[in-house]
Nanobody, 114 residues
């Protein structure tokens, strides 16, 4: 059974930075894509960033230029570096890994507030 565990969330002031981590059980290189999603209260879950097995990336327009997704196959971990955070980035952030199915973590809360 695949397990994903997010960490790194917290409270940060506008303009600040956070780095989220997602530790994946097993060999991370087997997954076609690794994805970060977020869901704010009362809103639908949205894709934030995705990285493929070969390292190509894609981002939601709302985070382009501020967020960076990466993966470390040796550590079986994916990351989301978030800079210039805004209050509208406040949400629960989830990581997902896709092989023959989508596997999900439990989420980590990010709150951007002064």
């Amino acid at each position: 059974q695949v397990q994903l565990v997010e960490s790194g969330g917290g409270l940060v002031q506008p303009g600040g930075s956070l780095r989220l981590s997602c530790a994946v059980s097993g060999t991370i290189s087997r997954f076609y894509v690794l994805t970060w999603y977020r869901q704010a209260p009362g809103k639908q879950r949205e894709l934030v960033a995705v990285i493929s097995r070969v390292g190509s990336t894609n981002y939601a327009d709302s985070v382009k230029g501020r967020f960076t997704i990466s993966r470390d196959n040796a550590k079986n971990t994916m990351y989301l570096q978030m800079n210039s955070l805004k209050p509208e980035d406040t949400a629960m952030y989830y990581c997902s890994a896709t092989d023959s199915a989508d596997h999900w973590g439990q989420g980590t809360q990010v709150t951007v507030s002064s």
